[in-house]
């Protein structure tokens, strides 16, 4: 399959067909809203697709990126440079399957502009798989920002009451941290040509460059400040509950599936290769905003009265495990953030996608206006079930993979840490077990709710493939954990290879000769 595609571009193909079909719809006359929908949702399914070639034609034996394309492009070491390692090959397929998803929830939902909402939503998925493919620094910063000009608009244009309020704090926040780190890759690439003699912004060239301990400490700040805000971690996750409780679905979907693991990537990619050293001085604090972050969104996810918010709150809470797995510095650790990313991808999504589906049916989110739905809507009160153990962690299923590798690799980095880490379990259960027991079982709290149907063809094939992914990865995670092995392995060698770092990387109370092994687990 490689040599098949070896001369093909795919993933140029792949990253920008959305773009192409986006322009497409500019010429389609506004009174064609069912065109133009096919027309967005084909774009988006030949996307998936063809990302599913990116999958077998990726080897993953050497660690390196693969199916590479690079040319120049402007001066000063800018160049289009792009390809797929272990790391990133499953968040191109996560964006790739979940935007036709989105698309699909939003047949019904979004009647007004709808030529414009499908134009910004695959200008979006542009965006998020340029982002995921980028091997230079400036391609990557292009396409973080252009992630949100289309998010914005689905926001501010479609969201709900409080859409522009929402809106503006998103884009403030995230503009801020993209400004920081704009000016820290123009630094870089200054130290770079100072060092080496000649320009060069391609990722691995800047991670040789020698930088003192305070200019490295200084571009983590700025390169760190824009990651954590995207995650987000506590406490600069103030715009993402209103972001989502605002967004309408298929926007909320994008951004907790996809959207919030570009901050974790950005550390795994940039943040902790180029800047090791500063890395290792800012773990504690990070690891220990990390561990707030998990109990805080679970204690507040425990109180909330709206379904989205209550989401939302469980993704500060997950995603503060993801990041407390990063900065364990260990193959199992790092591997489990990487498959729990995809984890929650899924499940955080397809419990957007629940909330929506009630939402279309009752108008309302209010979790005290539910109730006995169960009886009304079977088929969805079980999938809706499968989505909610997922994100629970329950054995069998993806999201019990994730958590037990990343729970492994804490332990070993640190005890003390691992174990208030694990009160997301407990807290997952606590809000998930409640939010569904008062939704689907009880009595009917509205007589319009006997009106209640059950879910049709177009949403159940917005459910069904998450919910089938939910229990393959979590039977067969080997399928998707062997193409990340070599990639994970050569990350955290470059990382200790650096002895002098790899002291300092370790978090109080660290084990020594517990964390040191870097041997592959048998699949």
């Known amino acids: 399959m490689s040599a098949m595609l070896s001369g093909l571009p795919l993933v140029s193909i792949v990253t920008f ?5 986006a322009v497409l719809l500019v010429f389609f006359r506004r009174g064609s809203a069912r065109a133009v929908r096919a027309t967005a949702l084909g774009v988006s399914l030949l996307t998936f697709v063809l990302s599913l070639l990116l999958f077998f034609a990726y080897d993953g034996a050497s660690g390196l990126p693969e199916l590479v ?13 792009v390809g797929v390692d272990g790391i ?7 964006a790739a399957l979940m935007t036709p998803l989105a698309l699909l929830s939003s047949w019904r939902a979004v009647d007004d502009r709808i030529k414009e909402f499908s134009f910004f939503m695959l200008l979006l998925e542009t965006g998020m798989i340029g982002v995921f493919v980028s091997l230079n620094l400036f391609l990557f910063y292009v396409f973080w920002e252009a992630m949100l000009i289309p998010m914005y608009f689905l926001i501010g244009i479609w969201g709900g009451r409080r859409r522009i309020y929402a809106t503006t704090k998103f884009v403030l926040f995230t503009m801020f941290g993209s400004l920081l780190m704009l000016v820290a890759i123009f630094v870089l690439q200054a130290a770079y040509s100072r060092a080496m003699g000649s320009p060069s912004l391609t990722i691995a060239d800047l991670a040789a460059v020698p930088l003192s301990p305070a200019l490295q400490s200084w571009l983590f700040l700025a390169f760190g400040l824009a990651f954590a805000i995207k995650i987000p971690l506590f406490p600069l996750h103030t715009w993402l ?7 309408p679905t298929a926007g909320s979907v994008l ?8 901050g974790a990537y950005g550390f795994l990619r940039l943040g902790l290769p180029l800047f090791p050293a500063a890395a290792a001085s800012f773990a504690p604090a990070l690891s220990i905003l990390a561990v707030v972050g998990i109990i805080y969104g ?6 909330q009265k709206d379904m989205k918010s209550l989401v939302a709150y469980s993704s500060v809470s997950h995603m503060g495990l993801i990041m407390l ?4 510095l260990n193959f199992e650790a790092t591997e489990g953030a990487i498959y729990q990313m995809l984890n929650h991808g899924l499940s955080t999504g397809a419990l957007f996608l629940c909330v929506g589906i009630l939402y279309e049916r009752t108008h309302t989110r209010l979790i005290a206006d539910y109730g006995g739905a169960a009886a009304r809507m079977p088929v969805f009160a079980g999938l809706f079930l ?3 153990l997922s994100s629970a962690g329950l054995p069998g299923l993806n999201g019990f993979v994730g958590e037990f590798l990343c729970f492994f690799g804490i332990f070993a980095a640190n005890k003390t840490l691992a174990v208030l880490s694990v009160s997301t379990v407990v807290l997952s259960a606590a809000y998930l077990l409640w939010l569904y027991r008062r939704v689907m079982h009880g009595p009917l709290k509205d007589p319009a709710d006997r009106r209640l149907r059950d879910l049709d063809g177009r949403e159940l094939a917005c459910l069904v493939p998450l919910v089938v992914l939910m229990l393959f990865m979590g039977l067969f995670p080997g399928t998707f954990l062997r193409k990340m092995d070599s990639s994970v392995a050569r990350y955290v060698e470059s990382l200790r290879s650096k002895a002098p770092v790899v002291t300092a990387l370790e978090l109080p109370g660290r084990p020594g000769a517990e964390a040191t092994a870097l041997a592959e687990p048998e699949r």
Request: charged letters at 15%; zero cysteines.
């Open 17 to 21: 067909l959305p773009l192409a079909g």
């Open 69 to 81: 394309e690079r040319s120049s492009w402007l001066r000063g070491g800018i160049d289009y440079h």
């Open 88 to 94: 990133s090959l499953f968040l191109v397929l996560l």
């Open 241 to 247: 509950p209103d972001a989502h409780v605002e967004a």
């Open 255 to 262: 951004l907790a599936a996809v959207l919030l693991k570009m």
């Open 298 to 303: 679970g204690l507040m996810a425990l109180v």
């Open 325 to 328: 797995a990063v900065f364990s």
């Open 386 to 388: 499968v989505a909610m």
